[in-house]
């Protein structure tokens, strides 16, 4: 135990028993005097010993503290670690916090089963251990980014009894839609550079081979002991191999995904409009879905993890803390249910708040898609003659582009393409991109979460995959099962429906609309390298793809079976 600067109390390396014997290791940081203390915690196979700004990190927190230096306010960032509270920023305010490798990882033994149910379980018991230290009150909430938000999302549908609050931020909930197969296409791009990157490299036993720590006596962030290749491989699943073994959404997925109905806990569930691909979707799920009555829906944009640590992000996590772990009367149930950035490519960004997802007062409009590559807003009258436009499996695709606005058109929501499609195989894979161009032709992209150059939506289907769940489905967001592949037959147009992850902008009068559709990954004409429209979320896979990466698509549009892209138009006060 040591005191830093004589406002904290740190201990390292401290015992947390899990309830088969295995003992995992948690860091804690709190206040010098006073208590008992909420806690907030995280558990995660980062590495607590690996300093933010150190090793593999170490050129996102330069050029996090270099563009925003403000998200030092108050820290010395000595005890920051990647994507989880900065203790000197929430210790000073009553809290204690715990940082805990989860099994296998870090400093903690065991096998490492990336999400899976022994994880979940060893981060339930992890929050009851730390709800019985004599420093904590018995109160402990949850809080972080991405893997740190996606667990969060799992433990609470445990519902370890004394979790008292949640922020799971720029996560996933469901392992199979949300991140691993998009429509049904495994999303091999980000996972085939992650996976060992940023976790094979703090398994637990690399010891000397691995990361040095500055905070542990033997310098050794990923345990004292060093392992062979051979032992190391045998202490842990294959993730990589797991998810392109399971191509359909079976236990295996369902294990690793959230059973969000079950939570009962405040919600706070902060979402990136700018998250395709993996920071997105799950937190506007996860907070339609869970039984808590007390669930809040805060979306920003900009890059990855960046907001969670601006003082505006630390704000509205502290009140939310401060209200639901100290108890203390803030007025937070006073705010709107849903508050959002209206993303703005002509003027300023502002802000707007609701009293549910999806808006209500939301104006769904069916766009029509026509020939040659036309898209037509809503109207009555006779339907265009039937017409098919032909779609290599690569190159830009077809985009079909709306006339230019008459009015300026603001977009809050889901959405979702039904179309009339055939392969010229036995499969196909459809990528759908929604975009917008303004009025002198340039695109409207954004700073996505890890895309410079984000549009304002995509989504993906797999045409054997086509099957819908009647009960879960809404016309504004589809939900596929992906139990079963469906028979494709060459030649033959099915009608399918192509979910569109939640987008927001506001477009001037004189923009066009567009929606793209290819046989592979959306690459902006003239665009190249790894952020070539598709950001790092590629669908590539050769063994995946062997069924569909060939094939031609014929989209059918008019006639008696038109494609077709419904848009969430609203009407925000103060916005236009």
Known sequence: MARDQDQLVVERDVPVPMDDGVTLRADVFRPVAGGPFPAILSAGPYGKGLPFRDGVFAERYQRLTTERPEVLDGSSGAHLCWETVDPEQWVPFGYAVVRVDSRGAGRSPGTMDLLGRREQRDFAVAVEWAAAQPWCTGRVGLAGVSYYAISQWQVAALRPPHLAAIIPWEGAADHYRDMTHHGGILSNGFFDGWYPRQVLSMQHGLGEKGPASPWVPDGRAAGPGTLTAEELAA??????AGIRAHELDDAWHRARSAATERIEVPVLSAANWGGLGLH????????????????????HTGRHEEAFYLPEGRALQRAFFDRFLHGRANDWEARDRVTFVVRDPVGADRRAGSSDWPLPGTRWERW???????????????????AAVHV??????????????ARPCTLVGPAAAELHVASSGEDADVFCTLRAFLPDGEEVTFR???????????????????????ARSSPHRPWHRHERRLPVRPGVAYDVAVELWPTCVRLPAGSRLAL?????????????GPFAGSGPFRHDDAGDRRATRDVTLSVHTGGRAPSSVLLPVVELAGVG
């Not at 499996?393 to 582009?401: D, S, W």
């Open 235 to 240: 202490r842990r699943t294959d993730y990589l």
């Open 280 to 299: 997105s979707r799950g937190n506007f799920e996860g907070f339609s879905s869970v039984s808590s009555p007390e669930r809040w829906l805060d979306v």
């Open 368 to 386: 029509h898609l026509g020939a040659p590559e036309a898209l037509h807003p809503p109207q009555d009258g006779a339907p265009e003659p039937s």
């Open 392 to 405: 290599p499996p690569r190159g830009p695709g077809a985009t079909f582009f709306s006339e230019p606005l």
């Open 448 to 470: 996505g979460a890890n895309d410079p150059q984000a549009p304002l939506s995509q989504g993906w289907l797999r045409l054997s995959h086509r099957e819908l769940d009647p």
């Open 516 to 528: 793209t559709l290819g046989g592979s990954d959306f690459a902006r004409p003239g665009s190249t």
